[in-house]
């Protein structure tokens, strides 16, 4: 089975040729139809902003590393034992990850947790990609497979919305606007966000928050951060900080911007050795804020199914790569001049679409 996957470990960005990680195309072994599993077609998997992290070895070292978890496609096929109603033709979208809903973490609601979450993680960058069945949703009728293959992403959204506790008109920044905080951006603002603002340097990026709902941007590198902020929620701070940046220099900043009382969310992967310095007295005992993370999506896939027909996705699909041309995609990626990349794993018919 071809696989989009991480060929040499190391930095994809770095200068150096002789150690720079290498993307390519691998035959990895055909994955086996058990009887709960649904084999699927891949239409479209996305690039990831995770993707450049794996290649540094973030996760392991043996490669190939096998790539891809964000994904759409059509079912070829079905294990005798499946019984949520998936049907082979049916247009997909689903989890890269299986909790298995028996360990202790899943029997005490706490599915990030599982024990056993990495047993179905298999590469969806491919021509197929067989996963069990309660990872797979069907796409409503309305959402074409270009669009469905940002459900992942989109769960993520959801689970920042979660973990943010917000309340209907709450006063919401979102820092970063890549692909997970344009979602943000635009779940938060179905969610009844206020002074919903976009922090970014990348003109163009606040351009596209702008036109999907965001009421103010500001530009970390030419505006004062903090004032601007304190103008835009007079005075008061933002209820829910939301990073999605994994920047190490924009996450100093955000505390500054929260209100007292307000919740911070660190929505994003950072270096697993950065530290960032934290005043308990100022943050957490005057102003009393809440710091949480985000790991994995638990319990997110149903509601983002019902999010993907009402969110604005026309820019964060407009680039795809044919499979053969995954290494050219990645370049693109890396270049940062595309908000999303996708590849199109086959041609997979939705004329009527």
Same mark, same amino acid.
């Given at each position: 089975?071809?696989?989009?996957?991480?060929?040499?470990?190391?930095?994809?960005?770095?200068?150096?040729?002789?150690?720079?990680?290498?993307?390519?195309?691998?035959?990895?072994?055909?994955?086996?139809?058990?009887?709960?599993?649904?084999?699927?077609?891949?239409?479209?998997?996305?690039?990831?902003?995770?993707?450049?992290?794996?290649?540094?070895?973030?996760?392991?070292?043996?490669?190939?590393?096998?790539? /891809?978890?964000? $994904?759409?496609?059509?079912?070829? +096929? &079905?294990?005798?034992?499946?019984?949520? #109603?998936? %049907? *082979? !033709? @049916? =247009?997909?979208?689903?989890?890269?990850?299986?909790?298995?809903?028996?360990?202790?973490?899943?029997?005490?609601?706490?599915?990030?947790?599982?024990?056993?979450?990495?047993?179905?993680?298999?590469?969806?960058?491919?021509?197929?990609?067989?996963?069990?069945?309660?990872?797979?949703?069907?796409?409503?009728?309305?959402?074409?497979?270009?669009? /469905?293959?940002? $459900?992942?992403?989109?769960?993520? +959204? &959801?689970?920042?919305?979660?973990?943010? #506790?917000? %309340? *209907? !008109? @709450? =006063?919401?920044?979102?820092?970063?606007?890549?692909?997970?905080?344009?979602?943000?951006?635009?779940?938060?603002?179905?969610?009844?966000?206020?002074?919903?603002?976009?922090?970014?340097?990348?003109?163009?990026?606040?351009?596209?928050?702008?036109?999907?709902?965001?009421?103010?941007?500001?530009?970390?590198?030419?505006?004062?951060?903090?004032?601007?902020?304190?103008?835009?929620?007079?005075?008061?701070?933002?209820?829910?900080?939301?990073?999605?940046?994994?920047?190490?220099?924009?996450?100093?900043?955000?505390?500054?911007?929260?209100?007292?009382?307000?919740?911070?969310?660190?929505?994003?992967?950072?270096?697993?050795?950065?530290?960032?310095?934290?005043?308990?007295?100022?943050?957490?005992?005057?102003?009393?804020?809440?710091?949480?993370?985000?790991?994995?999506?638990?319990?997110?896939?149903?509601?983002?199914?019902?999010?993907?027909?009402?969110?604005?996705?026309?820019?964060?699909?407009?680039?795809?790569?044919?499979?053969?041309?995954?290494?050219?995609?990645?370049?693109?990626?890396?270049?940062?001049?595309?908000?999303?990349?996708?590849?199109?794993?086959?041609?997979?018919?939705?004329?009527?679409?």
């Amino acid at each position: 089975m071809r696989t989009v996957a991480v060929t040499k470990i190391g930095s994809l960005r770095d200068p150096d040729e002789g150690a720079r990680g290498r993307i390519g195309i691998v035959e990895l072994p055909d994955q086996p139809l058990g009887p709960e599993d649904v084999r699927i077609r891949v239409a479209y998997s996305a690039i990831c902003g995770s993707d450049p992290h794996l290649a540094e070895g973030f996760f392991g070292t043996d490669v190939p590393i096998g790539l /891809g978890h964000e $994904l759409s496609g059509v079912v070829e +096929a &079905v294990g005798d034992g499946v019984r949520t #109603g998936i %049907r *082979v !033709g @049916d =247009r997909i979208a689903g989890n890269f990850l299986r909790f298995c809903g028996s360990c202790g973490p899943c029997r005490d609601g706490r599915q990030q947790f599982c024990e056993f979450i990495q047993d179905y993680n298999r590469p969806g960058m491919a021509e197929t990609v067989t996963w069990h069945e309660s990872q797979v949703y069907r796409l409503p009728d309305s959402v074409s497979l270009r669009r /469905g293959c940002l $459900l992942e992403p989109t769960s993520v +959204a &959801v689970r920042i919305a979660d973990k943010s #506790g917000m %309340r *209907v !008109g @709450d =006063r919401v920044a979102i820092c970063g606007g890549g692909p997970i905080g344009q979602l943000a951006l635009q779940v938060m603002r179905l969610h009844g966000a206020t002074s919903l603002t976009l922090i970014e340097p990348i003109a163009e990026r606040r351009e596209m928050a702008l036109a999907t709902g965001a009421q103010h941007v500001i530009d970390p590198v030419g505006e004062d951060q903090a004032a601007r902020a304190a103008e835009i929620t007079e005075g008061r701070g933002y209820d829910v900080v939301i990073d999605a940046s994994g920047s190490t220099r924009a996450v100093r900043g955000l505390l500054d911007i929260a209100a007292k009382g307000g919740t911070v969310v660190y929505g994003a992967m950072y270096p697993h050795d950065f530290e960032m310095p934290l005043n308990l007295s100022d943050f957490l005992y005057l102003k009393e804020l809440t710091l949480t993370g985000v790991f994995v999506s638990p319990y997110a896939f149903p509601r983002a199914v019902q999010l993907l027909p009402l969110l604005d996705l026309d820019a964060l699909t407009e680039t795809a790569f044919p499979f053969d041309q995954a290494v050219e995609a990645f370049a693109a990626h890396l270049s940062g001049k595309h908000p999303k990349v996708l590849i199109r794993c086959n041609d997979v018919d939705e004329a009527q679409r």
